[in-house]
């Protein structure tokens, strides 16, 4: 008896695949003479219109979802980072002179808090920055118009950051810490909770579900 040859095999094992293949194409497509394969239960059936709208709709709300919570979140950043601040600012043997770095921290954390609030949840308020939407898979300019203090509170607390960092420094080089916390990093901090922010808020812009999934529904649909 004459045996295989793995070359044998192999072209059997092609020609198995190619059958295959042509079967799903047939099926994919739905032309009107292969009723055969309309009775193959076993392939997966292409989503109509209705279903990748459904589809689209429903991840884009899960994402929105989680953006949201990932904004209450970042709330708790400047609310617990406040407390060393407020002690510090309430101190009864703080001098004048001495609670005007902690009063800055505090303006620069409560400028964080208010961005939060007021911005979007996936804006940072600088332009160079934020993500523009998409419409069908295109960056459009947003027609959102911003009022003076949205738009310049972002720089102003890049400027208090700079000034609670600056008189972090000059404290430690004193010898202000007073035993507590050590100035530099109590200088530092707000910079820092500003940042964390604007970089989640920078990651979950980038995050765009919608966009991406009508441009393949799209590119689908005129396949």
Not at 12 to 37: C, H, M, N, P, Q
Request: negative net charge.
């Amino acid at each position: 008896m004459p045996r295989r040859t793995p070359t044998t095999n192999l072209a059997a094992g092609l020609s198995s695949r190619l059958e295959g293949a042509s079967t799903r194409l047939r099926k994919t497509f739905k032309y009107d003479d292969d009723d055969d394969d309309n009775s193959d239960n076993s392939l997966p059936e292409v989503m109509d219109e209705q279903e990748q709208d459904s589809l689209i709709h429903n991840l884009s709300h899960q994402n929105n979802l989680s953006n949201t919570l990932t904004l209450r979140l970042l709330f708790l950043l400047p609310l617990l980072s406040s407390l060393p601040y407020l002690i510090m600012f309430l101190s009864p043997s703080s001098s004048s002179s001495s609670r005007l770095f902690p009063l800055l921290a505090l303006s620069s954390l409560c400028s964080t808090l208010y961005l939060l609030y007021t911005l979007p949840t996936t804006s940072t308020g600088f332009f160079f920055l934020d993500i523009t939407p998409t419409v069908g898979g295109m960056r459009v300019k947003s027609p959102t118009v911003k009022s003076p203090l949205e738009e310049y509170l972002p720089w102003l607390n890049l400027l208090l950051v700079v000034l609670v960092v600056l008189m972090g420094l000059v404290q430690e080089k004193v010898g202000k810490g007073g035993g507590g916390p050590h100035p530099v990093l109590l200088g530092g901090l707000p910079g820092i909770v500003y940042g964390v922010c604007i970089g989640v808020k920078k990651a979950m812009a980038g995050v765009d579900v919608e966009g991406e999934l009508e441009g393949l529904r799209y590119g689908y649909k005129g396949a």
